[in-house]
């Protein structure tokens, strides 16, 4: 059993390492703008927050004002900020709702398309809103922080914990994150 459960954790962690080694490379569409975007390129700062996000959870909506004010406050210090949505396909129909959401909310970033939920299935995403920070490091981008974006989804009003506004901070004065994942809390990401 021992040597088992050794044997899985060292193909996971080769599994992980190689997808780690080739996040630069992941590319999709951006639904505002209909171009194909490397995050690699995206990902040209101090760092890199990619939120998972759909237009069905309402969890997503609560967090709208959240990550308006998260994204003002750190996107002139070198930080990048992207949604991106596993529930749609690539076709304009689809895309049209992404775009006029990025338009009438205000929220002013791209908005990518998880074609396949291939970006979905690589971070091993769960929960919509779910983040994951990128930053450069030795072998390309690394993942420094991953999960809620802070600890009361539902009423802003009661937020104590600013897990993604800490992790951010952090970065910027060159830290580690600690911690470096939070369990994140919202809509269960539909999986095709």
Request: net charge positive; hydrophobic share 40%.
């Amino acid at each position: 059993m021992k040597k088992t459960t050794i044997l899985l954790s060292l193909c996971l962690g080769l599994i992980w390492s190689a997808a780690a080694q080739n996040l630069n490379e992941l590319s999709t569409i951006d639904a505002v703008t209909g171009k194909t975007m490397s995050l690699g390129a995206m990902s040209s700062g101090k760092g890199f927050v990619l939120i998972f996000h759909s237009l069905n959870c309402p969890f997503a909506k609560l967090y709208e004002s959240r990550i308006k004010a998260i994204k003002s406050t750190f996107q002139n210090q070198g930080i990048g900020f992207a949604l991106i949505n596993a529930e749609v396909g690539t076709s304009e129909a689809e895309q049209t709702p992404l775009r006029n959401y990025i338009d009438q909310s205000g929220l002013n970033m791209s908005y990518l398309i998880d074609t396949g939920q291939a970006w979905t299935k690589i971070f091993g995403i769960t929960k919509v809103p779910e983040v994951i920070v990128l930053t450069p490091g030795q072998n390309g981008l690394e993942i420094s922080y991953r999960g809620a974006i802070d600890n009361n989804p539902q009423a802003e009003s009661a937020v104590s914990e600013r897990h993604l506004e800490r992790a951010l901070n952090q970065i910027l004065r060159g830290e580690g994150t600690t911690p470096s994942q939070v369990r994140p809390v919202g809509c269960n990401v539909r999986t095709y």
